[in-house]
């Protein structure tokens, strides 16, 4: 159990959705649930976007700000985004650990997000993730007239 003090036993049924990892793969995310962790994963994206691609017109880009992950998809040529994609600080560090159960815990967040979303049709792979993983973002719609909130539960 991820961020508790010890292990314990689980008698429940496992659920489909669920990841088999060896116990080293475990101990090691356990370990690296540290300030220090997150940090060495975010320090190098921090504070600045970030691109991932560009895929049929659309820049896709993402940034990290007080332990929250902001995904932007902007029209080439527009100032501002037409979506953007906002994961809170614990559905982040959800997305951060089964990326890091992915790919590993040795490469940085950037190098991490392009294997996993970079390319094409990038936000379809990232909602695909976190459906698969049921991590929770939330969309911000955007038009001239409105900006709409929408929820996006797995």
Do not use: D, I, M, S
């Given at each position: 159990m991820?961020?508790?003090v010890q292990w314990q036993r689980y008698d429940g049924e496992i659920p489909k959705s669920c990841v088999r990892i060896t116990r080293t793969l475990a101990e090691r995310l356990e370990d690296n649930g540290s300030a220090a962790f997150w940090m060495r994963h975010t320090c190098d994206c921090y504070d600045?976007?970030?691109l991932l691609g560009v895929d049929s017109g659309y820049i896709h880009t993402f940034a990290l700000e007080n332990g929250n992950i902001f995904f932007f998809v902007e029209k080439e040529g527009q100032d501002e985004a037409v979506y953007t994609y906002w994961f809170d600080e614990m559905n982040a560090k959800r997305l951060l650990v089964q990326l890091c159960i992915e790919y590993?815990?040795?490469i940085g967040l950037l190098d991490m997000?392009?294997?996993?979303?970079g390319g094409v049709n990038i936000i379809s792979r990232l909602l695909s993730f976190c459906n698969?993983?049921?991590v929770e973002c939330k969309s911000l719609v955007y038009s001239q007239s409105e900006r709409q909130e929408c929820d996006l539960i797995w």
């Open positions: 991820f961020n508790t600045a976007r970030y590993g815990v040795e997000l392009k294997r996993a979303f698969k993983n049921q």
